[in-house]
């Protein structure tokens, strides 16, 4: 059963403001210096940056951690970050159309598993939304040489299978050219992911499962800006025919 909104807020708020207190008064914090933060704090809103915060603060995986904690067979979850959009369109197969500039080195990756309920069941009438960069590392929102959409589509499920074609993706960088980007060139942090691929599964009857997959030798599978890599959900992707290929079984836990 869940906690009144009121109730939780009474619980949470206070021990967040007693800890801020406890922050400045270790570090001796100046008035120059709290009101920097608000006006940094007041930026990131403006831009809205407040999820990319969330993110590269590792603050999106804790809370993905503290959400999830069952172990009963179900795909692991995942940060779903700021670039996922609504409403993407409805994909037979593929997910992307060419674009100039696309990369001569681009390889076109097939993915495909099963969806099915964590008792075994196939669920025929899951939904599969997916999100990911082109090959070479940008995603629609910022690559004006791609069609909007591109690389994002909603797919089904019959007889609780899926295959979508698409490209493999590359490691990208978070946005840099806001006050995030500022905040992590400060503290030295890199801005780069790993390439991955999102997914957000839904079914009748099931939690809604947001997650991420990636490959393998990737750079930053190590090193990533959000912290977010599951080994759980490092796939491999194998040569087949004059294409690669990546299985992805889901498992989602009932309602
Ligand atoms: C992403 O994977 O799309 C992403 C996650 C966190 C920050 C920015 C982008
Ligand atoms: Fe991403």
């Given at each position: 059963m869940s906690v009144p909104t009121e109730t939780r807020l009474t619980q949470v708020v206070p021990d967040v403001i007693q800890a801020i207190h406890e922050v400045l008064e270790?570090?001796?914090v100046?008035?120059?210096?709290w009101?920097?933060a608000l006006?940094f704090l007041t930026e990131v809103g403006r831009?809205d940056e407040f999820i990319l915060l969330s993110d590269?603060t590792r603050t999106s995986v804790l809370i993905d951690a503290l959400s999830h904690t069952d172990?009963?067979?179900?795909?692991?979850s995942?940060v779903e970050g700021p670039?996922y959009?609504d409403?993407?369109?409805?994909?037979?197969?593929?997910?992307?159309?060419?674009?100039?500039?696309?990369?001569?080195?681009?390889?076109?990756?097939?993915?495909?598993?099963?969806?099915?309920?964590?008792?075994?069941?196939?669920?025929?009438?899951?939904?599969?939304?997916?999100?990911?960069?082109?090959?070479?590392?940008?995603?629609?929102?910022?690559?004006?040489?791609?069609?909007?959409?591109?690389?994002?589509?909603?797919?089904?499920?019959?007889?609780?299978?899926?295959?979508?074609?698409?490209?493999?993706?590359?490691?990208?960088?978070?946005?840099?050219?806001?006050?995030?980007?500022?905040?992590?060139?400060?503290?030295?942090?890199?801005?780069?992911?790993?390439?991955?691929?999102?997914?957000k599964?839904a079914?009748?009857?099931h939690k809604t499962l947001v997650?991420?997959?990636?490959?393998?030798?990737?750079?930053?599978?190590?090193?990533?800006?959000?912290?977010?890599?599951?080994?759980?959900?490092?796939?491999?992707?194998?040569?087949?025919?004059?294409?690669?290929?990546?299985?992805?079984?889901?498992?989602?836990r009932s309602a």
């Amino acid at each position: 059963m869940s906690v009144p909104t009121e109730t939780r807020l009474t619980q949470v708020v206070p021990d967040v403001i007693q800890a801020i207190h406890e922050v400045l008064e270790r570090h001796q914090v100046t008035e120059e210096e709290w009101l920097a933060a608000l006006r940094f704090l007041t930026e990131v809103g403006r831009a809205d940056e407040f999820i990319l915060l969330s993110d590269v603060t590792r603050t999106s995986v804790l809370i993905d951690a503290l959400s999830h904690t069952d172990e009963d067979g179900a795909t692991a979850s995942d940060v779903e970050g700021p670039l996922y959009r609504d409403d993407p369109p409805w994909r037979e197969h593929r997910i992307y159309e060419d674009y100039e500039g696309m990369g001569e080195d681009a390889e076109v990756l097939l993915v495909r598993g099963d969806v099915t309920s964590t008792d075994g069941t196939p669920l025929e009438d899951a939904v599969i939304d997916v999100w990911q960069t082109g090959p070479d590392g940008g995603y629609d929102l910022w690559d004006s040489r791609q069609p909007a959409y591109n690389f994002r589509g909603k797919l089904r499920t019959p007889g609780g299978k899926y295959e979508f074609q698409t490209m493999l993706p590359k490691p990208y960088t978070v946005p840099t050219d806001g006050p995030v980007g500022r905040y992590l060139e400060a503290i030295g942090q890199h801005p780069w992911r790993p390439a991955h691929i999102h997914f957000k599964v839904a079914a009748p009857g099931h939690k809604t499962l947001v997650t991420q997959v990636f490959f393998p030798d990737d750079p930053y599978l190590e090193n990533d800006t959000i912290g977010a890599v599951k080994p759980a959900l490092v796939r491999p992707v194998e040569p087949e025919g004059d294409h690669l290929a990546c299985r992805f079984d889901i498992s989602l836990r009932s309602a």
